[in-house]
Structures are given as C-alpha cells and as structure tokens.
C-alpha cells in the first residue's frame, strides 16, 4: 500500500512538472501575440474573428469550443466535463485555463498569432490567465447596445432550426446585463491595453479599426524583438 502511495505521489508530481514546463513555454513565446476578444452575444465579434484569421493567420481559441470538443473527444477529462456541464454545474477557471493552455502550447510553433475569443468573462480569470499562461498584448471590446443585441440574437433563435426555451426577451436580458457588469470590471482593470470598438457600424468600417489596432501590436512587437538582438 505505502509504495502505491509513493507511486502516485511520483506520478502527481511528473505530472505537476510537465504541466509547469508548459505553462513556462507557453509564457516564452512573448513574441507571439495574443488578443482578447471581448462583445456581448450578437455584437458580431464571429465575423471580426473570421476576418482577422484570414488576414493575419492567428489562431482562433474560443473556450466554449475547446470544452465541446473535449467533450466530443470521449476523453477521460472530457467525460467529466460532460458530467459537470449536464448537471447544470460550471467548469471550474483551471479546467478553462487549462484548455486554453494546451491549445496555446500545440499550435504555437506554427501560429501567428492567438485570438481568445469570449475570455475573460470576469476579471479574475484575466488574472489568472496573465499569471498562468502569458500577458495579453490587447484586449478588443466590441461594444454594441444592449437593444442591438436583443434584435441580433432574438433574429438568429427566430432563424434556427432548434428553439430553446430561454430565448425569449426577458432571459436575455438578465443575460446581457449581467455580461455588462462582468464586462465593465474587466475594461476598468485592463484599461490600458484595451480598444473600445463601436460595433454597430458596417463590417468592413469596424475591421479597418480592428486592422490598424493589430497592426500596431505587431509593429511594437517586432520592434522589441529587434532590441534584444
């Protein structure tokens, strides 16, 4: 019994080890880099991300994606997700982060670039997301009304197939305002680095802001690196 013990305490650590040796290469790779992408549901922040991919080549990470294909995957950790999610539980921040990370460390050695899109959600999961993965370089809010919202998003449930019982005004609303508040901590502390965007206008008028915003993160970038030299 004691040398099982001791196996699974050798293993545990082995294990601590190999996930702090990613978080440390993934915290290397300060050169690549990585914007937070931040909008209520229906501010259109969907098709800024699409554009922003085709133009620049970065890696587009949602975390509500990295959960459902782990789940999909039949994996043990995603069993349990599974579980937790089906029981109207939430995925707890590290398991979040944890996704992210991995997701940050496959692909960082051909990515340009990462978009996080819908993460942070409060302020204290951009705290631990600086502390444990690596800093953001930019934060893009796509602001849009609260109405402007509730049309987009009450237009698409009318257009889906599947009808699901809170999509109804007075639930959405909760929903966005409760995204309001959330959102508000985290532009209050990330004030620095963050861009406001008025997402109400074309699609084209709001990426050619969303483009000059990148480019200057890059220009810096490149600068910095060619001091270390």
Same mark, same amino acid.
């Given at each position: ?11 545990? /650590?082995?294990?601590?080890? +190999? ?14 880099? !990585? ?10 922040? $969907?098709?800024?991300?699409?554009? !922003?991919? /085709?133009?620049? $080549? ?5 975390? $509500? ?9 039949? %994996? ?10 089906? %029981? ?21 050695? %051909?990515?340009? $670039? ?35 919202? +509730? ?9 889906? %197939? ?9 639930? !959405? ?12 901590? !985290? ?43």
């Amino acid at each position: 019994m004691l040398f099982m013990c001791h196996q699974m305490a050798m293993k545990k /650590e082995a294990v601590e080890k +190999l996930k702090a040796e990613e978080l440390r290469k993934a915290r290397a790779s300060s050169d690549i880099p !990585i914007i937070w992408i931040l909008g209520g549901p229906g501010c259109g922040k $969907g098709t800024q991300c699409a554009k !922003i991919v /085709e133009k620049y $080549g970065f890696t587009h990470l949602s975390s $509500g994606d990295l959960l459902r294909n782990e789940v999909a995957s039949g %994996s043990d950790k995603g069993r349990q997700l599974q579980e937790i999610m089906s %029981s109207g539980g939430l995925v707890s921040n590290a398991e979040v982060l944890s996704l992210l990370n991995d997701a940050i460390v496959r692909a960082k050695g %051909s990515s340009k $670039g990462f978009l996080i899109d819908g993460y942070p959600r409060e302020k204290n999961q951009g705290v631990e997301f600086e502390a444990r993965v690596a800093p953001a370089d930019l934060a893009l809010y796509f602001d849009c009304s609260e109405d402007t919202m +509730l049309q987009r998003i009450m237009a698409r449930a009318a257009a889906s %197939s599947v009808k699901r019982e809170d999509d109804n005004e007075k639930t !959405i609303r909760a929903r966005l305002q409760t995204f309001r508040q959330n959102t508000n901590a !985290i532009l209050e502390l990330y004030e620095a680095k963050t861009l406001t965007i008025n997402a109400e206008r074309d699609v084209e008028d709001i990426f050619l802001e969303v483009v000059q915003a990148i480019d200057c993160v890059l220009k810096k970038k490149k600068q910095a690196a060619a001091a270390q030299c």
